[in-house]
């Protein structure tokens, strides 16, 4: 199993910008589909982005499209989620996943194996 560290979180004013990292144990990263998840108080752990092996594939929330775009070094065994225009229903803890089946990019929360410890972000009005 791979061992995921995210990192980035924070406070920042609506309109503003935040990027992600998420730091992988495992040497061969690129074998993992790679996605991010978030959850705010009382909600549900809901989809944000998930990016392919090789990065010739992204998926997006609806509600992140045109703001958010996720992105892997391979080499460096890390994975990023840029996110610009940041609005307070951002607010969340951002949890970084890896999928190792060896076919999809899942929006699927149940699809992913491992998971990070998440980090807080938090987005002011």
């Not at 995921?4 to 935040?18: F, K, R, T």
């Not at 092996?53 to 070094?73: L, P």
């Not at 840029?82 to 089946?101: F, G, H, I, W």
Request: aromatic share 10%; net charge positive.
């Amino acid at each position: 199993q791979v061992q995921l560290v995210e990192s980035g979180g924070g406070l920042v004013q609506a309109g503003g910008s935040l990027r992600l990292a998420c730091a992988a144990s495992a040497r061969t990263l690129s074998n993992y589909v790679m996605g991010w998840f978030r959850q705010a108080p009382g909600k549900e752990r809901e989809f944000v982005g998930a990016i392919s092996r090789s990065a010739g594939t992204t998926r997006y929330a609806g509600s992140v499209q045109g703001r958010f775009t996720i992105s892997r070094d391979n080499a460096k065994n890390t994975v990023y989620l840029q996110m610009n225009s940041l609005k307070p229903e951002d607010t969340a803890v951002y949890y970084c996943a890896a999928d190792s089946r060896p076919f999809g990019v899942s929006t699927q929360k149940d699809q992913y194996d491992c998971w990070g410890q998440g980090t807080q972000v938090t987005v002011s009005s």
